[in-house]
């Protein structure tokens, strides 16, 4: 019934062949305009894509608007397209967001992205020149960085939520054709973290939206006062409903206040939380793309002491800079196991480059043995289908056992 729905909704997400879905994720490849994309009709496997730009998920996404004249569609940006004078205009009193919408009043599509510059729409746009919509971005060459798209199909109530969301983190808008609802108010203070709406796509595939904000103060589940002490170039951490969630950047950096290497960082007093650094590989000769050239942002809900479901990934608004997460950013979650172990599995792979610093704030890179051993455990094996085979053990005691060895290696 579902999948019926979907194939006769046009203003939805759609894959590259144009056919409806209820999600996609589009990763572009670093230093190239090639991507891979999973969609919710084949969670467990990659599309290649040449060029994202001129044909892909995301182009055939955005095409089908001009079907729907009675659209609204709205964009939003902290890094927007060339203003009409050619000048690139940032702005960092809103949020570290970049996105656009499409509906009318029964379905639509939001699509988070972290795209610089892009896309570029006019007032009079027929939705119709997919290389035009990325005029002013960087997508090719040596500067060009990793970085992710992620769709998702809308009903309209949910619609009406995620604009709620947007006005919520106070997003910049630069686009809007049709009713204009992205209106935040900018004199509000920021949003503490926390989960804004849990949501359901036109598929019913379960969405989780964060918001984070400014780090602070926060009250643990004890009722104590603490101040959020984990690293901004982490992640974010979220409660709901006494639940810890945390999501994982694919930019990491010491906790150099409590001198934890950057895939591990206690963020309560009673449980550990890890993550690992990622980055692309496996796609396109990008085997040794490091997280300089790595902005895609996916996270994957890893492993804690106390709470771990395989089942959910994320996309991540804001880049790895203080100044950034200060102003926040949106974090969706998307519910499916089988996408979460194709990307742990087959799009990813581990960088310990230079990230962990001693007491005298002197760096220490990891060695490539004990980045193996970590992985393992992670993911320990994959079978013929890239999905893991053995699941993920004690990570507190694997980091026993990494700190171990690097106190070996020292005597």
């Not at 056919?19 to 496997?45: E, L, Q, R």
């Not at 992710?148 to 910049?172: P, W």
């Not at 964060?210 to 104590?224: A, F, R």
């Not at 490539?368 to 992670?378: A, H, M, N, S």
Request: proline content about 3%.
């Amino acid at each position: 019934m579902v999948k019926s729905q979907l194939r006769l909704l046009d203003l939805v997400c759609r894959d590259a062949n144009g056919h409806a879905v209820d999600w996609f994720i589009t990763v572009k490849h670093a230093k190239a305009p090639s991507a891979a994309t999973i969609t919710s009709a084949n969670p467990g496997n990659f599309v290649d894509e040449e060029n994202f730009i001129e044909a892909g998920a995301v182009v055939q996404t955005i095409l089908g608007i001009s079907a729907h004249k009675d659209a609204n569609v709205e964009a939003y940006s902290d890094q927007p397209p060339s203003d009409r004078k050619g000048r690139k205009v940032g702005n960092s009193n809103c949020a570290h967001a970049k996105g656009l919408y499409a509906a009318n009043d029964k379905t639509g599509f939001h699509m988070l992205h972290n795209l610089p510059w892009g896309p570029y729409f006019t007032k009079i746009e027929k939705f119709s020149d997919p290389k035009h919509w990325f005029r002013d971005s960087s997508t090719t060459g040596g500067q060009a960085k990793g970085q992710l798209f992620l769709c998702t199909s809308l009903g309209a109530a949910s619609m009406d939520a995620m604009v709620e969301v947007l006005n919520d983190a106070q997003v910049k808008p630069y686009y809007c054709k049709g009713n204009c609802r992205v209106q935040p108010d900018m004199s509000r203070t920021f949003q503490e973290p926390g989960i804004k709406d849990s949501l359901l796509s036109l598929g019913r595939t379960q969405l989780r939206v964060l918001y984070h904000g400014k780090p602070g103060m926060y009250t643990d589940n004890k009722g104590e006062t603490h101040q959020k002490e984990f690293d901004t170039y982490l992640g974010v951490i979220s409660r709901h409903n006494g639940d810890v969630y945390f999501a994982a950047q694919s930019w990491t950096k010491t906790d150099r206040a409590g001198g934890q290497p950057s895939y591990c960082a206690r963020m309560l007093d009673d449980s550990l939380h890890c993550l690992i650094r990622i980055v692309h590989h496996g796609f396109g000769g990008q085997d040794n793309v490091t997280h300089h050239q790595d902005h895609s942002k996916l996270l994957l809900e890893l492993p804690s002491k106390e709470n771990y479901d395989p089942r959910w990934l994320y996309t991540l608004g804001s880049n790895a800079a203080d100044t950034q997460m200060l102003r926040g950013a949106i974090t969706i979650g998307l519910k499916n196991k089988e996408a979460n172990m194709a990307f742990r599995c087959s799009l990813l792979l581990l960088d310990f480059e230079g990230y962990y610093r001693n007491k005298k704030g002197e760096e220490i890179t990891i060695d490539e043995d004990d980045g193996k051993l970590i992985f393992r455990q992670v993911c320990a094996s994959c079978d013929k289908d890239s999905r893991c085979t053995t699941e993920f053990k004690d990570y507190n005691v694997m980091h026993d056992k990494v700190k171990a060895r690097r106190e070996s290696k020292k005597k």
